[in-house]
Each structure stands twice: as C-alpha cells, then as structure tokens.
C-alpha cells in the first residue's frame, strides 16, 4: 500500500499527549468515516513532539481527502479546545523537512 | 498562485491577544486575505486596530457585517444603510420568505443558515432565484457534528450544484480554535460532494472574485454596473 506523510502542527489550550492526539485522530476518523474508513485510511503515528507540538501522521494515499477532513473535525482533545493544522504532505518522511 | 480566502472569522473585538491568535494562525494556515465579520455600530478606531492586527501578519482584511432580521422590509432597509460601508454583506437567513429576498438581492453577496434553527435551510426555491452565493460554514459541524447534519449539509450541496449556485466555504469561527485551513475546508467540500475544481473554487476563486468586486465598488470610480470613471473632464 503506498503511502503518504503529512506533518500536522497541534495548537490547543492544554498540552496534548502522544495518547491523547492518537485517540482523538482515531476517535474522528471513526465517528466520521466508520471502522471500514478508519482501514482504509489506515493512520499510523510516526513521530510526535509534544514540545513544538508538532506531529507526523502516515495514511494511505488514496484517503488525503478523507484524512484532512478527519483532522479538520477535531475540535477538543480531552477538555481544551484544540485545531490541528496540516503543515505539509509528502511521499516520503525525508520529503517533510524540505522547504 | 492560488490566493485562499476565509470570508466569515468573528474575532472577539475587546480581546487583542485573541485577535493576535487568529491572525497568526489563519497566516499559518495559507489564507491571503479575510473577512471579519464586526458590530455594523464598531467605531473607526476599533476598526482600524482590528485592521492592522491581521496586516501585521501579511492578511488582508475585508469587513464584513452579517445582517439578522425577520422580515424582508427591515432587511431591504438594513441594506440600505450598511451596503455601502461594508466590503461584503452577508445575510443570516432565519426563514424562508427572508431567505428567498436575500437570495435575490443584487445586493447580498453571501446567504447562509442558522445553525441554531434547523427548520430553515436551502432549498430548490431559494437556490433557483439566487443571485447571491451560498456560504458554508464548518462552524456549523464542529458545534453539531452528528450524522444528520452532515446529510442536510450534503442536501444543500446537492441542490447548490442542480442550479449552479456559487458556493463559498468559510470557517465561520469566533475562536482561534475555530480556524482551518484552506485544504481542511476543500477536503470537507469533497466529503459533502464537490469536486476536486468545486471545492477548489470555493474557498479560493469565488470568495476572491467577491471581494474584487466589492473592493471596486467601494472605490471612487465605480458608478454603477459596468460604468466607471477613468477620466475628469475638465473644461479648459
């Protein structure tokens, strides 16, 4: 399956844990898409700094609409309103750091 | 370059670090340009710093007022009065008879729903007599994200696109939380049912060609439809 890397910056009222961030991706995903959209999608964690608030999402490429839009409907994580801000998309992790 | 637009952000006017935010953020986001929905009796000075908050992050910034009513002869007056001091004129509508006016009016550049009221929302009666666009506000779905609203937003769609309505999607947010970017807001045109092109147009082209158009009007050499001065005539 190929896939592509999107670089997400996470603003909230409270820090957001690498826990919290998943569940809540997870949790949109599901409640928008179903658990069929949540496979086909496929999102997988790779890397999460919870300093710069900054994380880096895989999915499957076929689903860049579907995962934007999950994201875009995320408004709370646990109690603190929180935007999650897609910064750049790539097909390769390297690909992320170019400007 | 494609310019981005969010034509409907609610800033909370006596907090300036939330203003800051918002600006920060929507510079982040990719916007160029947005429009800020104010109180039509906001004092030029208060105007004026709004203003340069966004500036002083690279956004231009298009006034906007939203106009609430209940009957038609208070929205016609109501047009009357605040068409020419603001930049776009949006119409929140609260019934049908209003919505169908609104529609119509050369003078309303943007109709939307009230999220609050859920008996009022576009239909084949409206969209057949618009002449203004039909905006979309995500704000709606982040206050009421269940199933059904996103069908009745995807029923609007539809209709939209049987009469070829223009259609805008803004962020509709009071809070710096309330932001999305411009490829969030094109992805949730898709899921409701645009294009890839459609949902590109409508939070790119069609706000932006609002705006110029607007903008020329408010300028001085604007006389009417198609008219304008480019000269003065003066006798010698």
């Not at chain 1, 949790?27 to 496979?39: C, Q, T, V």
């Not at chain 1, 994201?71 to 750091?97: H, W």
Request: net charge positive; charged share 25%; proline share 2%.
């Amino acid at each position: 399956m190929s896939r592509r890397y999107l670089q997400i910056t996470i603003r909230s009222k409270s820090s957001v844990t690498e826990e919290q961030f998943s569940q809540a991706l997870n949790a949109s995903i599901i409640r928008y898409f179903g658990e069929i959209g949540l496979s086909r999608i496929a999102p997988k964690l790779i890397r999460f700094d919870s300093r710069k608030s900054n994380a880096v999402v895989a999915f499957a490429k076929d689903h860049t609409v579907e995962m934007q839009a999950a994201l875009a409907f995320i408004s709370q994580v646990g109690e603190s309103e929180t935007v999650m801000l897609p910064l750049k998309t790539s097909g390769t992790i390297k690909g992320l750091g170019k400007s | 370059m494609v310019k981005f637009l969010d034509l409907h952000i609610v800033p909370k006017i006596e907090d300036e670090s939330s203003c800051r935010r918002m600006a920060e953020l929507l510079a982040l986001s990719g916007y160029q340009a947005v429009g800020l929905t104010v109180p039509t009796g906001l004092l030029r000075d208060k105007l004026k710093d709004l203003r340069e908050c966004f500036q002083d992050s690279g956004i231009d910034v298009l006034i906007r007022a939203d106009l609430t009513c209940s009957r038609r002869e208070e929205l016609l007056k109501l047009l009357r009065r605040f068409r020419p001091a603001f930049d776009i004129i949006g119409v929140r509508c609260t019934n049908h008879n209003l919505a169908l006016v609104a529609a119509r009016d050369r003078r309303v550049d943007l109709i939307f729903f009230d999220s609050a009221r859920r008996n009022v929302w576009l239909d084949d009666s409206i969209a057949n007599v618009a002449n203004a666009a039909f905006e979309l506000n995500l704000s709606i779905l982040l206050e009421r994200g269940d199933r059904l609203t996103i069908t009745r937003l995807m029923k609007d769609v539809n209709i939209a696109l049987r009469h070829d309505m223009q259609m805008v999607l803004s962020s509709g947010g009071a809070s710096p939380f309330a932001i999305r970017a411009p490829v969030q807001l094109m992805a949730i045109a898709e899921v409701l049912g645009l294009t890839k092109q459609e949902a590109i147009d409508s939070v790119s082209t069609i706000p932006s060609r609002i705006a110029t158009r607007n903008v020329g009007r408010r300028s001085g050499t604007y006389v009417e439809e198609g008219v304008r001065t480019i000269a003065e005539f003066t006798e010698a």
